[in-house]
C-alpha cells in the first residue's frame, strides 16, 4: 500500500465543489469519504482518474469528484467506462453503480465487461432497494420483500452478485461494506494494484427505504457471529476465534474451536483458487457468515493492453499505410 | 463472329445463394472497371444465409450496369440474364428486356429444380422462351465437371466453380480479359492449389466455350469518357468506413468503432477492423446499447467515435444518443437503413428512418442528419459527418442504406493533401474552464481527460449554463434547450450554395431527392429534359439543419416532387418547413427507383399541367 506521504493530492483537493445531496445519513455518504482519502494515495494524478456511474442514488458520486466524470444513463457505465479506456488505457477508470444500475438494467454490460477484464474498478454499491425510485424491490431484495411494487411480497430470487461475477471470469472479485471505513479503504487500494477488471459489492444502509437490511453485519454486537474478514493466508475464524470453518472435501463446515478444533483443521483464504472463492461466494444464506475481503483474484490479461498489442502487430507487419496508398486501395486505374 | 459495339449493358447474374453469385458479380464489375467503363452495381440477397436450395426464396442477384456513357444507377430492366437454375431464371425472367440474352445452366432445369421452383413437372421453361430471345442454354455442370474430371476433388467440390464457368462466358460475350479474376484467384486460393486449379480451369473453360461454339456474336464495350484522374471501385460500407479512417486522420484523432453487427452495416467494422495498422480501434460490443454507449466513453477520451448499425439497432442506441447530444460530445452514428419496421426486411433497402433520425429521442433533441446518395459519396459524407460533429461538438447521423452499401461504383478518389483539414476545440489549458461555456457558433470547448487543470464532470441532468453544474432551475432548462437548438441550426451557415444538378432555375416543376435516389432521378430527369419538359432536380445531403436557401429555391417552381423509399417523410418535413406542397412518388417494396418510374410521374404532373 502506498505511504500516505506519497499523496499527489489531499483529500480536500478530491471532492468537488457541488453540495453532496443523499439523504441524511446514507451509506453512501462513507464510501465518497473514504474515496477521497484513499484517491490522492495512490499514486495516480487527479486528471488521470475518471469517475462513469450510470443511473441511481449512487451514481451521483462522480458530481462530488475533482476528477473527470460522467454521470451517463441507465446501466450504461460499464460499456462507457470500456469505451474511455480503450480510447486512452492510462487513464484509472472507476465505475460507480450499484443493485438496479449494475445488475438490472445493466445486468448484461456488467457481465461482459468480467468477461473481457478491461482495466476498470466496479463499484457496486448494493442496498437492495431502489432508492431514487422511492422503494420498489431491487435484483438483490429478499424474495418475499415487501414494497411499494410487491405489496404481497417480491416474486423475484435475488442475484447473489459476487457469485454472478465468478461465473463471468470475473479476475478480481471482493465485498466490503459502508460502516467499516478501515476494511472499505483496504479494499478499494487492493482493487487499484489490480490489472483488469475489479469487482467490489460494497453493502451500503439505504436508512429511508431499507434500514438495517446489513445491520447484522456492522451492529457490534452482532456482527462477530455474522461476517468472516477475509485474509491471505489465514484461516477463515469468526465469532471472536470461537468459530472456524474448515472444508471437508468441497463441502464447507463450521467448526468449534473451543471444541476440538484447532486453527490447523481450518480452510486457509488463497485469493488465487477459484474452486474456493466459488464455495465462498454461496456463503450467502443465514447458515453461514457472511464472508467480506478479496474472494478471488486472477491474473489474465486485460482487453485494452491486448487490443494495443493488436494494433501495435499490425503496424509492425503492415507499416502504417500512408492515407493516400489507402484512398487508392489494391486495384486503381488512371483515366488520361 | 462479328464484335458489336454497344453504350451501355445491363447483366443480372443469378443463382441459388451458394452458387458463387456475388463472387462472380464482383469478379465482372473489377474487371470492367479496370477496362476503363462507368458503372453502378446491386447485389440482392435473401435474408436467409442458406434457403432452401433451389427454391424461389433462395436466389441471390448481382445486377451490374456498365457503359462508355456516364451511368448512374445499376440500370433497370436487364439487357442479359445470367440463370444458374430454373428459380434464378422464373424470379429474373420477367425483368429481362424484351429480345435480351439468356445464359443459363441448363443442368439446373431437371425435374428436381423445376419442382422446387414450383414449376409444373411437366413445364419446359427453356422451350417456353419466346423465339426473339437469344437463349445460350449450356450444361454448364456437365461441362465443368468434364472440364475437371482429372482432378481429385469431390463432385461436389467441381460444382462449386459453375460460377466461373458461367464468368468466363460472360467475359468472353463481352470481350473482357481474364487477368484480373486469375490474380484475384491465384490470391484467393494460395493455399489451396487443387481449388485454384479448378478455378482456373473452370475460367478458361467457360471463356473457350464461347470461343468454339458457332454463330455468336460478341459485344464490345469501350472505355466511358471519364473525368480525368485516378480511379478505384468502392462499395458504400467501404467508402464510409475510409471516409471515417482520413477524418480521424485529418483531425489528428484516432478511430474508434463500436458496433454490434447487424445486416446492412457489418462490413464497416469488418473494413474498419482490417485497418489496425492505422491505429483503428474497433469494439464488437455485446449489444447496440454497448455500441454507442463505447463510442460516448471513447468520445469522452479524445477520439473521433462512431457507432454503425440499421434500423432496429437505432431504436435501441436511443436513449444513448440523446445522452451524447446532451453532453455535446462528438460522434457519428451511421444509420445503413433497411426495410422496417421492426426486422422488417434486413437485406432490403429503404429510407424509412428518416424520421427516425430527426425525431426520435425523447425531449428536444435536434441531431444533424446527412445523407448519402451513392456508394462513392459515402466517403464524403461519412467524413461531412465527422467534421461537423467534430468541430460543432455534437452527434451526427449519417444516413446510408443497403442499396448503395452493397452497390459499387467507380471512384475518383481525392488526394488526401485536398481534404480540408478538420479543427475540432480541444483545450489544453484554462485557468477558469468553464465545460459550456460557448464560442460564438455556441459551441463549447473540448477538455479531454488527462489534461492538467480541467477536470470536470458531465451528465445527463439538465446543466446550469457555462458551468455544467445540475441545475433544475425553471429559466435556465429554458435557455439550454434554446442554446442546444441554435447551435445545431448554426451549422447550416457553413454549408456551400445548393447546386441544381439540371433543368432550369424556375418553371413548372422541381424535383427533389436524397439518398439513394440520386442516380434514378439524374436518369429521369435526363429523359424528361431531352422530351422538352421543364424539370430541374435538386438533391439533398444535409436533411438537419436544412440549408438556409432551400426555401427560395423551394418557391421557385410551380411543384415540387419528392420521390422516396418510405411512405412520404421528406415530403412531411419539407411541408412542415416550408409550407409548400409536395407531391410524393412512393416506392416501399425493398427495391430502388428505376428511372422510368421516376420519369412516368413526371410526365404525369407536367403535361397534366
Keep these: 500500500m502506498t505511504e500516505p506521504n506519497s499523496a499527489l493530492f489531499t483529500a480536500k483537493e478530491a471532492a468537488s465543489d457541488q453540495e453532496v445531496r443523499w439523504c441524511p445519513g446514507c451509506g453512501d455518504y462513507s464510501i465518497l469519504k473514504q474515496m477521497q482519502s484513499v484517491i490522492p494515495g495512490l499514486g495516480i494524478k487527479r486528471e488521470d482518474i475518471v469517475f462513469i456511474s450510470g443511473i441511481g442514488c449512487s451514481s451521483r458520486f462522480p458530481y462530488y469528484m475533482n476528477t473527470y466524470g460522467m454521470h451517463s444513463i441507465h446501466g450504461r457505465a460499464p460499456a462507457v467506462a470500456s469505451g474511455l479506456k480503450m480510447a486512452n488505457p492510462n487513464l484509472s477508470v472507476w465505475v460507480i453503480t450499484g443493485d438496479g444500475d449494475g445488475l438490472s438494467i445493466g445486468g448484461n454490460h456488467l457481465i461482459h465487461l468480467l468477461r473481457r477484464n478491461v482495466d476498470l474498478n466496479v463499484l457496486l454499491f448494493n442496498n437492495e432497494i431502489y432508492g431514487l425510485t422511492k422503494g420498489q424491490y431491487s435484483p438483490t431484495s429478499e424474495m418475499g420483500k415487501r414494497t411499494k411494487s410487491s405489496p404481497m411480497g417480491s416474486l423475484d430470487h435475488p442475484f447473489n452478485p459476487l457469485a454472478l461475477a465468478l461465473g463471468a471470469d470475473a479476475t478480481f472479485v471482493a465485498r466490503t461494506i459502508d460502516r467499516d471505513p478501515v476494511h472499505l479503504r483496504g479494499v478499494l487500494e487492493t482493487s487499484n494494484l489490480h490489472k483488469g477488471t475489479s469487482f467490489i459489492e460494497i453493502y451500503q444502509n439505504c436508512n429511508v427505504f431499507n434500514d438495517g437490511a446489513f445491520l447484522s453485519y456492522s451492529d457490534k454486537k452482532q456482527k462477530g457471529q455474522h461476517i468472516i474478514l477475509l485474509e491471505e493466508g489465514q484461516p477463515l475464524v469468526f465469532d471472536a476465534g470461537k468459530k472456524g470453518i474448515r472444508l471437508n472435501g468441497l463441502k464447507p463446515e463450521i467448526v468449534d474451536l473451543e471444541e476440538g478444533f484447532s486453527a490447523n483443521d481450518l480452510w486457509i483464504h488463497d485469493s488465487r483458487d477459484a474452486t474456493k472463492a466459488y464455495i465462498l461466494s454461496r456463503f450467502f444464506d443465514d447458515n453461514f457468515p457472511r464472508p467480506f475481503g478479496v474472494f478471488y483474484q486472477e491474473d489474465r490479461p486485460c482487453y485494452e493492453e491486448q487490443l494495443i498489442a493488436q494494433i501495435n502487430h499490425a503496424k509492425e507487419i503492415q507499416g502504417e499505410t500512408d492515407l493516400d496508398d489507402l484512398l487508392r486501395g489494391k486495384r486503381s486505374w488512371t483515366v488520361d | ?609
Design chain 2, 1 to 609: 463472329m462479328n464484335t458489336q459495339s454497344l453504350s451501355k449493358v445491363t447483366i443480372h447474374f443469378a443463382g441459388d445463394s451458394g452458387d458463387g453469385i456475388q463472387l462472380a458479380g464482383s469478379q465482372f464489375t473489377n474487371t470492367t472497371a479496370l477496362a476503363g467503363n462507368d458503372l453502378s452495381t446491386f447485389p440482392d440477397f435473401p435474408a436467409e444465409i442458406r434457403a432452401p436450395i433451389g427454391t424461389v426464396a433462395g436466389v441471390s442477384g448481382f445486377q451490374i450496369n456498365f457503359g462508355s456513357e456516364k451511368i448512374h444507377t445499376p440500370g433497370g430492366r436487364p439487357d442479359v440474364l445470367v440463370a444458374m437454375n430454373a428459380a434464378a431464371f422464373k424470379k429474373n425472367f420477367p425483368n429481362l428486356k424484351s429480345g435480351g440474352i439468356i445464359v443459363l445452366d441448363s443442368a439446373g432445369f431437371d425435374k428436381k429444380n423445376l419442382r422446387l421452383a414450383a414449376y409444373d413437372e411437366s413445364s419446359t421453361p427453356i422451350e417456353d422462351i419466346p423465339k426473339d430471345y437469344q437463349v445460350y442454354a449450356v450444361d454448364i455442370t456437365k461441362l465443368n465437371r468434364e472440364a475437371l474430371k482429372d482432378l481429385s476433388l469431390g463432385s461436389r467440390d467441381k460444382d462449386r466453380s459453375r460460377n466461373m464457368f458461367a464468368l468466363g462466358f460472360i467475359y468472353f460475350l463481352y470481350s473482357r480479359s481474364l487477368q484480373t479474376t486469375i490474380s484475384f484467384l491465384e490470391a484467393k486460393f494460395k493455399s489451396k492449389p487443387e481449388v485454384l486449379e479448378a478455378n482456373l480451369r473452370a475460367l478458361n473453360a467457360g471463356y473457350n466455350y464461347g470461343d468454339t461454339i458457332e454463330a455468336i456474336s460478341r459485344f464490345k464495350v469501350a472505355p466511358a469518357q471519364m473525368e480525368k484522374g485516378e480511379y478505384r471501385n468502392i462499395t458504400g460500407n467501404q467508402a464510409t468506413a475510409l471516409g471515417l479512417i482520413a477524418a480521424a486522420a485529418k483531425s489528428g484523432l484516432e478511430l474508434f468503432y463500436g458496433s454490434y453487427p447487424i445486416t446492412p452495416a457489418s462490413d464497416i467494422l469488418h473494413e474498419l477492423a482490417a485497418h489496425k495498422n492505422r491505429g483503428v480501434k474497433t469494439f464488437q460490443a455485446e449489444d447496440e446499447i454497448a455500441a454507442v454507449t463505447s463510442a460516448i466513453g471513447a468520445s469522452f477520451g479524445g477520439a473521433l467515435a462512431v457507432t454503425g448499425t440499421s434500423g432496429p439497432g437505432m431504436a435501441l442506441k436511443t436513449e444513448g444518443i440523446g445522452l451524447a447530444f446532451m453532453l455535446e460530445i462528438p460522434m457519428v452514428i451511421v444509420n445503413v437503413q433497411r426495410g422496417g419496421p421492426s426486422t422488417g426486411l434486413p437485406t432490403k433497402t429503404e429510407q424509412s428512418d428518416l424520421l427516425q433520425a430527426l425525431y426520435g429521442r425523447n425531449g428536444e433533441a435536434p441531431i444533424p442528419v446527412i445523407a448519402a446518395n451513392s456508394p462513392a459519396d459515402c466517403f464524403s459524407a461519412a467524413f461531412e459527418a465527422a467534421r461537423i460533429a467534430l468541430e460543432h461538438m455534437t452527434p451526427v447521423i449519417l444516413l446510408t442504406d443497403g442499396y448503395i452499401a452493397n452497390s459499387s461504383e467507380p471512384w475518383k478518389f481525392p488526394q488526401a493533401s485536398s481534404l480540408a483539414p478538420i479543427n475540432p476545440p480541444i483545450v489544453k489549458a484554462d485557468a477558469q474552464y468553464l465545460p459550456y461555456k460557448r464560442d460564438e457558433r455556441e459551441v463549447r470547448s473540448w477538455a479531454i481527460p488527462g489534461t492538467p487543470g480541467l477536470e470536470h464532470r458531465l451528465g445527463g441532468l439538465e446543466k446550469e449554463l457555462e458551468t455544467g453544474n445540475v441545475s433544475y432551475e425553471a429559466d435556465n432548462h429554458q435557455a439550454m434547450v434554446k442554446v442546444r437548438d441554435r447551435k445545431v441550426r448554426l451549422i447550416a451557415k457553413g454549408y456551400p450554395a445548393q447546386k441544381l444538378i439540371q433543368g432550369p432555375p424556375s418553371g413548372p416543376l422541381l424535383v427533389l431527392g436524397w439518398g439513394n435516389t440520386l442516380g434514378a432521378i439524374q436518369v429521369a430527369v435526363e429523359h424528361a429534359l431531352e422530351q422538352g419538359l421543364a424539370v430541374a432536380q435538386l438533391h439533398l445531403k444535409y436533411i438537419n439543419p436544412l440549408p438556409e436557401d432551400l426555401g427560395t429555391i423551394l418557391s421557385a417552381y410551380e411543384r415540387v416532387l419528392i420521390p422516396e423509399l418510405n411512405n412520404g417523410q421528406l415530403a412531411r418535413v419539407i411541408r412542415d418547413q416550408y409550407l409548400v406542397d409536395v407531391e410524393v412518388l412512393d416506392k416501399i417494396k425493398g427495391q430502388p427507383f428505376l428511372a422510368e418510374e421516376i420519369l412516368e410521374k413526371i410526365k404525369s404532373l407536367v403535361e397534366n399541367d
